[in-house]
Every structure is written in structure tokens, then in C-alpha cells.
């Protein structure tokens, strides 16, 4: 029979072996733990300062790139779009702080900047759907013709696209009374905002995208949203090129988005590096490339297949031809 004493004896003996265990955790194993820490710390530090240093060697490196290409962006683009007029459309989110550098590189191409249209995120806001889509039947021009069932932002594509680009060099920076009532219809009702004269029709669009992907459960129509403006500047002009950063060709983005959207992704160009002097060169080729009746995917993000279209300075690219329909 087991007793008090056995018990005792047993509670005795487990507490002097954990007395023993912690004794040599504390002596036998102290010194083997303590050298183990201290060589990972070692190699953790020596770690992250090589990594300090790689990333320090690289921005120096993407700084000096940087600082050559913009010494020599006007060399670059010289010549490749002689008089061609282009217009600005901003999506809501993209940011303002952009469009100075890109009027600028177009200019050096040659290319005339005939203003900007910068869409409010009321263009966009779910409650807002059937007011563009009445707005849109309404200032539209005699003789417009949409697509059957096409959905409201499809329909504004149309009015918008026709009312600042065209694809007849011969009416392009003239100002059109239809273009003018479009575009102040759609500013009085808090859709858009606008800079310089695009009423003043030009030939190419520069379609700028949001930096980040829209967000909530209207984000998917959002996005077709700006993705159908942009197909439809297309139609309507001579070239579309869709820019942005790499964000915007990443999952959720715009740019993404119109690379998966079957003929606007076949029709307009993009280049996801827009926040690049190297970029911005991109641009003005493959609005070059647009003319000419190409289009392709540039920059570094996913979908991408090539950094830039080939470069050709100082050749004029023959006409792009006229789409049906827009």
C-alpha cells in the first residue's frame, strides 16, 4: 500500500530534479547558448549592413541614371511627334503633381499640349451611375451613336472622347461649340475639373491612372470605368497611351485591368513607369508607335513586354489609321 511517506518521497525527488536541470541549464549550457546568440546577432548585423550598402550602391546607381536620361530626355524624343496635339485625362486618384513633367517631355517631342481634363471621384461614386448615364444621352452631339446596351461610363466615354480628340489632323486645335457645351455640362455637375483649352480637339490622349488600385466594392466598376474611357479616346483620335506606376499594373490596378480587356488592351498602349525620366521617354514612343498604328505594353510591371518601343529619332511615323465608330 502506497502512504503518506511514499508521496513525500516522490514530490522530494521530483524538486531536486528540477533544482539539478536548472543548475546545469544555468552552468553546462550557459556558455554553448550564450556563443550560439552572440554568433547569430554577429551574422544578422553583417547581414543588414551589407544590405544597407547594396541598397545605398543601387539608389546611387537609379540616381545617376535618372540624372543622365533627364540631361538628355530632349535628345531623345526631338522630332518624334511634330505638331501632333495631345490632351491630358486624368482618372480620380491620379496625382496632379505628375502632369508638369509629362507636358514637358511631350513638348520637347514637338508634340502641342492643348489641356487637361481631370475626372472627380464624383464621376465615379456608385449613387452617381444614372446621372452620367442621362448626362451623357443628353449633351451628346447630333449623330452620336452608342454601341447597343452600353452601360453609362461606356456612353460618357463616347461624349468625352469626342468632345477632345479627333482623329482628323485638319480639325484638331480648333475649338468646337459641341466640345465646349460637352465638357462644361460635365464640369457643372462636379464631374470633371479642367486646365488649358481641351475643348480645343487634339489628336492624341495621355490617359494618366490612379497611383494605388480603387478600393470597396464598387472598385471592379471604377476601374472598368476608366478602362472604357480610355478605349474610347482611342476610337475617337489618333492614339491612346494609358500611364502609371507600377501599382497601377499590379493586381487590381487600371492598367492591369486594360490589359486583360480584350480589343482596348489590343488598341490602347500603356507604360507602367510613367514616374521615371526613362519612362516618360517610353511615352512619347509608343504614342509615336500609336500613330503608326501599333500599340504595345511598357515599362516593368507584370504583363509587360518591353521596357520601351524601339526608339527611331527624328522619324516622323506615318498616320495611324482611323478606327470605325467613336
Do not use: C, W
Request: hydrophobic share 45%; glycine share 12%.
Amino acid at each position: 500500500m502506497i502512504d503518506f511517506r511514499y508521496h513525500l518521497v516522490s514530490i522530494v525527488a521530483i524538486f531536486l530534479a528540477l533544482t539539478v536541470g536548472i543548475v546545469l541549464g544555468s552552468t553546462v549550457l550557459e556558455t554553448a547558448f550564450y556563443k550560439s546568440a552572440e554568433e547569430t546577432t554577429a551574422q544578422l548585423r553583417q547581414s543588414n549592413a551589407e544590405n544597407r550598402d547594396t541598397i545605398t550602391a543601387l539608389k546611387s546607381r537609379e540616381d545617376g541614371n535618372a540624372s543622365f536620361v533627364t540631361a538628355h530626355t530632349a535628345d531623345l524624343v526631338r522630332g518624334q511627334l511634330p505638331g501632333e496635339r495631345f490632351v491630358l485625362i486624368e482618372a480620380p486618384g491620379a496625382p496632379a503633381g505628375r502632369r508638369d513633367d509629362i507636358v514637358k517631355v511631350l513638348g520637347d517631342s514637338g508634340a502641342v499640349y492643348t489641356g487637361r481634363v481631370s475626372l472627380t471621384e464624383k464621376f465615379l461614386a456608385a449613387d452617381q451611375t444614372n446621372v452620367v448615364d442621362q448626362l451623357a444621352s443628353t449633351v451628346a452631339p447630333a449623330g452620336t451613336r452608342f454601341a447597343d446596351g452600353a452601360s453609362p461610363y461606356a456612353k460618357a466615354a463616347t461624349v468625352l472622347a469626342g468632345a477632345v480628340v479627333t482623329g482628323d489632323r485638319g480639325q484638331a486645335g480648333r475649338e468646337d461649340p459641341a466640345a465646349v457645351s460637352v465638357l462644361e455640362a460635365f464640369q457643372t455637375g462636379g464631374f470633371l475639373a479642367m486646365g488649358g483649352s481641351p475643348a480645343q480637339r487634339a489628336t492624341i490622349a495621355i490617359v494618366v491612372s490612379p497611383d494605388q488600385a480603387y478600393e470597396g466594392e464598387d472598385a471592379e466598376a471604377q476601374t472598368a470605368a476608366i478602362v472604357s474611357l480610355a478605349a474610347g479616346l482611342d476610337s475617337a483620335g489618333l492614339g491612346t497611351v494609358m500611364v502609371g506606376t507600377t501599382a497601377a499594373s499590379g493586381t487590381g490596378g487600371v492598367i492591369s485591368a486594360l490589359h486583360d480587356a480584350g480589343e482596348a488592351a489590343s488598341n490602347v498602349s500603356t507604360v507602367d513607369t510613367v514616374d521615371m525620366p526613362a519612362g516618360r521617354i517610353a511615352v512619347v514612343y509608343a504614342l509615336r508607335e500609336q500613330l503608326a498604328g501599333r500599340s504595345g505594353a511598357y515599362g516593368v510591371g507584370s504583363d509587360i513586354t518591353a521596357f520601351a518601343p524601339p526608339a527611331a529619332p527624328g522619324v516622323s511615323p506615318s498616320p495611324k489609321p482611323m478606327a470605325s465608330g467613336g
